[in-house]
């Protein structure tokens, strides 16, 4: 009986996975700020681009 409780508090399967979803929920939280905070700009950029390519322009802003 105490062997098993001893191996329960041993296992560690299951420390892989969720060390794997804290990393990528951290990264997934550094991507949403990231984007919000230059989502103007990369919208700008865009918009550039798009002008560019199809020889029209568009109204900066938004």
Same mark, same amino acid.
């Given at each position: 009986? &105490?062997? $098993? &409780? #001893? #191996? =329960? =508090? !041993? ?15 951290? &990264? +997934?939280?550094? +991507?949403? @700020? +990231?984007? %919000? %905070?230059?989502?103007?700009? &990369? $919208?700008? !950029? =865009?918009?550039? @681009?798009? $002008? !560019? @390519? %199809?020889? %029209? ?6």
């Amino acid at each position: 009986m &105490i062997n $098993s &409780i #001893k #191996k =329960f =508090f !041993k296992e560690e399967e299951g420390q892989g996975m969720t060390e794997y979803g804290l990393i990528l929920g951290l &990264i +997934a939280l550094a +991507a949403v @700020i +990231a984007m %919000t %905070t230059m989502g103007g700009e &990369i $919208s700008k !950029k =865009f918009g550039e @681009i798009t $002008s !560019k @390519i %199809t020889g %029209t322009t568009t109204p900066s802003g938004s």
